[in-house]
Every structure is written in C-alpha cells, then in structure tokens.
C-alpha cells in the first residue's frame, strides 16, 4: 500500500485560470477528506465523500470549487477562476470507514496563483 | 460545535529537554481527540489518538499525552527532545471516531536547540 497520493505535489497559475488537482486514496478506503491549509494555519475541512456520494461541504466550498469521487475510488478538486487567496495546500485523506480508526493523509498539493 | 485551542504558535526547548505542547477542547458531545505532526511541505503522519479507552495515550517516537476532562485538556509530552521533533504539531478533534472530519487547532511550531 502506498498511502494517500495526491497529484500534482506543486501547481502555480494565473489568476482567473481554472486548476484541477487529483487524489488517489488507499485502496479500500471509503470516505475521502479534502481540507486546505494555508499558512500559519491548521488544515480546514472542505468536503468528504462517502464511496462516490459527497456527504458534506463546508461554507468555505464556493461556488468556484467543486470535487467529484466518480467511481468511489480516486477523487478530483476544481477550482474555476482561481483568485490569489485560494494559494493553500490541499490535503486530502482517506479512512476506512469503520469504528476507532484514523485518517491518513496525502503529503498535499501546493496551490500557487500570481 | 467543536473547537480546539493550542496555546503558544511557538515552542523552544533544548535537546533532551521536556516536550509540552498545550491543547484544549471544546465539544458538545464525548470527543476523540489526535495529534499530528507535520514536516515542512508534507502532509500530516498521526502521532497518537484518544478514542474514550485509556485517558494517557501513547504514541510513536516517545510521544504520549493525558485526556482531562476536567480540564478539557489534551496536552503533548515527550521527556527528552530529539532534533529530529522539530517540525508542526497540531491537534485536533472529532465528534466521532476519526470516520467524520477533524477539526484542527492552529499548530504549534517546536523548535529543539542543540
């Protein structure tokens, strides 16, 4: 097992450009976590999935955001007409859903927009 | 609602000095309650958990801390710090057992001086 992947580690873009970033939970796991943290701070919940049904978003999900775990494994983060303060790390993690276990996280993708 | 408060953004000890990192709670219902440590641009590696077993928990690298409930309190130790503890620690709770979203306290930057 390789843990939580994330992809890509680094991503700098233009302001008003549209970004997508891809996490690979660990196999078998199925609720999927996206938090972002930017600097100084501790990670803040975004969303999490359920197998392929997203069962929460946080007021912090605009409307420019939007993730999607299609086929309950892989999931993906949109982030439409990206603005400087989206420049965060976007962590995702995974759990195995049942009783008294943790949740692993990906090593992050690093948004930049300039 | 839940919140976590970690005490000090900064912390500075000696090597093979004690480790205090100070967490406090706040939650409607019985928490679980974890610590993570982040390396600079990585993700975050679980140190320890308290999931309503034991009130001292123990964790990896010499890592333990006490739930008080009392006190509300969730404080880190380790006896003697090793260079290789300087990183980010954050704590974090969760109404259930670690299968819902966490919320993170700040962080606390550890500093270990040789």
């Known amino acids: 097992d390789t843990g939580v992947s994330q992809d890509p580690r680094h991503k700098i873009t233009k302001r008003g450009q549209n970004v997508t970033f891809r996490c690979d939970p660990i196999s078998e796991h199925n609720r999927l976590y996206w938090y972002r943290q930017t600097l100084g701070q501790g990670p803040e919940f975004l969303t999490y999935f359920q197998n392929e049904a997203q069962l929460e978003k946080s007021r912090l999900l605009s409307d420019r955001f939007s993730a999607e775990r299609p086929k309950g494994s892989f999931s993906t983060l949109e982030i439409q007409r990206t603005e400087q303060g989206d420049s965060a790390m976007y962590l995702c993690?995974?759990?195995?859903?049942?009783?008294?276990?943790?949740?692993?996280f990906g090593q992050g993708t690093r948004l930049t927009v300039v | 609602a839940q919140s976590v408060t970690q005490l000090g953004s900064h912390v500075s000890v000696s090597e093979g000095a004690l480790v205090l990192l100070r967490c406090n709670y706040s939650?409607?219902?019985?928490?679980?309650l974890f610590w993570y440590v982040q390396y600079p641009n990585q993700g975050l590696q679980l140190l320890l958990k308290?999931?309503?077993?034991?009130?001292l928990v123990k964790g990896i690298n010499g890592f333990e801390a006490e739930f008080k409930k009392s006190e509300t309190s969730f404080h880190l130790t380790k006896p003697s710090a090793h260079m290789s503890d300087a990183a980010e620690y954050f704590c974090a709770v969760s109404p259930s057992s670690g299968n819902t979203p966490l919320v993170f306290g700040k962080g606390t930057r550890l500093s270990v001086i040789a």
């Open positions: 939650s409607s219902v019985p928490p679980y």
């Open positions: 308290y999931t309503s077993a034991a009130t």
């Open positions: 993690a995974s759990s195995s859903g049942t009783d008294n276990t943790e949740a692993f």
